[in-house]
């Protein structure tokens, strides 16, 4: 009995912890929008915006928004896998994106405002192609721009860009609606879910 007890013991030491926050990074126009449509799924711990993609070994806001570092507008997600899964957050990029639309979002074009998936892992780059494919058979035969590339260095935005929805509400508010997100969201997407990633 001693010994078995032991046995168990070991083998609960041994045992590889289960993670507690995984990354997701997505691109998907104004890193405003984004930021806020994760924020309400719950399991997600924070969103950053940010730039990944790109080739200088530093990113602002004034040379991405420019045009020609390579650079997309992001949002790191940092996220609880035992609440909520990466499949979920997928399906949460794709419906508040339009990938039929290439190096632009919305009313912003450049292919600073692509549509991306950054995967981090080989696990994640497995699920953001096989949703790929489904989004593709969706809008078959027009095309899906939408790139699943693996994850670079993540530069944050300048503090003004993070929580921008929460720090200027009316001035978000005007522009979301003035950019034509949620009516071209519902073109593509349907009327959005009740819920939480609604």
């Not at 806020?36 to 799924?41: M, R």
């Not at 899964?85 to 912003?108: G, H, V």
């Not at 994640?124 to 790929?132: G, H, P």
Request: hydrophobic residues 35%; contains cysteine; neutral net charge.
């Amino acid at each position: 009995m001693h010994r078995l007890w032991l046995s168990l013991v070991v083998l609960l030491l041994s045992a590889p912890a289960q993670a507690s926050q995984a990354v997701a990074t997505f691109a998907g126009g104004c890193f405003w929008c984004v930021e806020a449509d994760f924020d309400k799924v719950d399991g997600v711990i924070s969103t950053t915006s940010g730039y990944m993609g790109g080739d200088p070994a530093k990113a602002t806001y004034r040379q991405v928004s420019a045009g020609g570092t390579g650079h997309a507008e992001v949002v790191r997600i940092v996220y609880d896998p035992a609440k909520v899964s990466y499949e979920t957050l997928l399906d949460t990029f794709w419906r508040n994106i339009d990938p039929l639309a290439q190096d632009r979002q919305f009313c912003d074009s450049g292919d600073q405002y692509r549509s991306a998936i950054f995967f981090h892992t080989e696990e994640q780059r497995r699920a953001a192609e096989a949703t790929k494919a489904k989004v593709a058979e969706r809008f078959n035969p027009r095309q899906v721009y939408t790139q699943v590339v693996a994850a670079g260095q993540f530069f944050p935005a300048e503090d003004y860009h993070q929580d921008y929805y929460t720090k200027n509400p009316s001035r978000y508010s005007f522009y979301r609606w003035n950019c034509g997100r949620d009516r071209r969201l519902e073109q593509l997407w349907g009327k959005p879910e009740k819920g939480p990633a609604s």
